[in-house]
Structure formats: structure tokens, C-alpha cells
């Protein structure tokens, strides 16, 4: 057979090839699904199987309804070294690259979808939220850490004195500032609507990033104390309204798009 007669065939039995890998099982994940969702623009998020620094991140993203799947390291120290911070979370993207970091990776999602960030003000709102709930999350790591020990970490828990330096403020402190922020925000969004009309909102989606990740802590603190948001009806109401979403239940009960749930991190 000549040499330019053998390209059809061999072009054909190529592309059968192909079709045979795409279709077989071994190009699939566990639920069937097709491993090359990532290359066609699915976005990968990974993260370890606990309730700590992916949990925010992953509501977002289901909260979104942006096309993502999730993954717990398998290999971490290996993996460790190919992360731009040497750290978990990661999110990976077409268009960013890598991006590390939960705060950079909530801000990234907060660009792809209206609702998870909004206009000017209520994006500024996200952000305070974001930051708030950052600063506790940060007293409970350095509890953890033991880094804050003895009765400095059982006044974490009780103190309410705003008077002192901000790094030393307890939960309570946080607490009724965030709780006067609901009402100062509660009062009108930056499209005129009524978010006390609406209820359990900070802003106008109600799960913007910034709601996301301070959900994510209030159920960090909730785990360890049932009756943390006792005395505090704004912020009751807005957990107990997100925590019924339904997008929000996928993520408590299964991970969302993770291989499975996440974990308790944060004991007493």
C-alpha cells in the first residue's frame, strides 16, 4: 500500500482509540463522571477531610453553581511541594492558575458568580465578613496551636471587655460587633430590597464569600459549644437559615463535590 493511502487508516484507528479510552471505565471517577471535567474547565479544589480552612471555600463553590469537584491529598507530602504556598487549600483553575490560600481562593469565586459577591457595597460587606470571621477563626488555631493557654484561652470563651487591644478581644466581643453589623446592613442593600424583610441575610444572595466563611466559623464554634450564638438573635437567625439551604446541607451532610464529609477540628 503506498505510503499516502496508509494516513486514512491510520487516522481512523487513532480516533478509535481515543473513543475507546474516553469510554471505558478507567476514564471515569467513582460516580461515572469523566475525569477530563477539569480539563474542560471544572475547577478542582482541594483540601483535607476537616472542618477547619476548606469547609468556606467549599460552601462558596457549591453555593456558586460553578462546575467543581473536590479532592482530599492522597499523597501530601508529595503534594505539599507542587502548592504555591506549601499549604492547603488549593483551587485550580483555567484562567488563575493554582491559587492558594482560602481568603484569595473565596475572592476568586466571589469574581465568577453575582450572587457570591454583588455590587460594590455588598461585596464591601462580604469582605468585612470574611475578615470577622478570619480574626476568630485565628483565636481558635492559636487555642489549638497552644500558642494561647490557661485562663487567657478559657476567657476566650467569656470575656467581653472591648475596652483592651483588638488581638485580645473574646468570642463575645466578636460576636455583638458582628451582630450590630447585621443591623446596620440589615437595614437596606445597595439595590434598595429590604434584607430584614428577607431574614437571616447579610446581603441580598444571603451567601455571599464573606457569609460563606463566617458560617463556616459559627459552625466551627457551634460544634464546641451548641449554645454559642445564645443571646445573639441576629446571628442565630442568619446560621439557622444558611444551614438550611440546600446547597449548604450537601456540604455539611457529604462534602458537597468532596469525597466525603469534613470533620471536626477544633475540640474543647
Known amino acids: 500500500?503506498?505510503?499516502?493511502?496508509?494516513?486514512?487508516?491510520?487516522?481512523?484507528?487513532?480516533?478509535?482509540?481515543?473513543?475507546?479510552?474516553?469510554?471505558?471505565?478507567?476514564?471515569?471517577?467513582?460516580?461515572?463522571?469523566?475525569?477530563?471535567?477539569?480539563?474542560?474547565?471544572?475547577?478542582?479544589?482541594?483540601?483535607?477531610?476537616?472542618?477547619?480552612?476548606?469547609?468556606?471555600?467549599?460552601?462558596?463553590?457549591?453555593?456558586?453553581?460553578?462546575?467543581?469537584?473536590?479532592?482530599?491529598?492522597?499523597?501530601?507530602?508529595?503534594?505539599?511541594?507542587?502548592?504555591?504556598?506549601?499549604?492547603?487549600?488549593?483551587?485550580?483553575?483555567?484562567d488563575a492558575g493554582t491559587i492558594g490560600h482560602e481568603l484569595a481562593i473565596l475572592q476568586y469565586i466571589a469574581t465568577k458568580s453575582q450572587k457570591m459577591g454583588g455590587a460594590v457595597r455588598e461585596m464591601a460587606i462580604s469582605s468585612q465578613l470574611m475578615c470577622e470571621a478570619e480574626d476568630i477563626y485565628q483565636k481558635l488555631a492559636k487555642i489549638k496551636q497552644g500558642l494561647i493557654t490557661g485562663e487567657e484561652a478559657a476567657g476566650f470563651w467569656t470575656d467581653e471587655n472591648d475596652q483592651i487591644h483588638n488581638r485580645n478581644f473574646g468570642l463575645k466581643v466578636y460576636l455583638r460587633l458582628l451582630e450590630a453589623f447585621y443591623s446596620k446592613c440589615a437595614k437596606e442593600s445597595g439595590d434598595g430590597v429590604k434584607l430584614d424583610a428577607l431574614g437571616g441575610r447579610f446581603t441580598s444572595s444571603g451567601v455571599s464569600v464573606g457569609e460563606c466563611k463566617l458560617f463556616s466559623t459559627l459552625h466551627a464554634l457551634k460544634l464546641m459549644k451548641e449554645d454559642v450564638l445564645?443571646?445573639?438573635?441576629?446571628l442565630s437567625n442568619f446560621y439557622e437559615r444558611f444551614a438550611k439551604e440546600e446547597a449548604t446541607q450537601s456540604v455539611l451532610k457529604d462534602g458537597g463535590q468532596m469525597p466525603g464529609a469534613f470533620g471536626q477540628y477544633f475540640q474543647l
Not at 471535567?37 to 471544572?42: E, F, I, K, L, W
Not at 445564645?230 to 441576629?234: A, E, K, L, Q
Open 1 to 94: 500500500m503506498a505510503r499516502s493511502s496508509r494516513w486514512p487508516w491510520l487516522a481512523l484507528a487513532a480516533l478509535g482509540l481515543a473513543v475507546a479510552f474516553v469510554n471505558s471505565p478507567r476514564s471515569r471517577g467513582p460516580k461515572g463522571e469523566r475525569r477530563s471535567r477539569v480539563a474542560r474547565g471544572a475547577l478542582k479544589f482541594t483540601y483535607f477531610p476537616l472542618w477547619a480552612k476548606g469547609p468556606a471555600a467549599a460552601l462558596a463553590l457549591q453555593h456558586s453553581g460553578l462546575e467543581w469537584e473536590g479532592a482530599f491529598p492522597e499523597d501530601w507530602k508529595t503534594l505539599k511541594g507542587t502548592t504555591p504556598f506549601l499549604e492547603l487549600p488549593v483551587l485550580e483553575t483555567e
Open 230 to 234: 445564645s443571646g445573639y438573635p441576629n
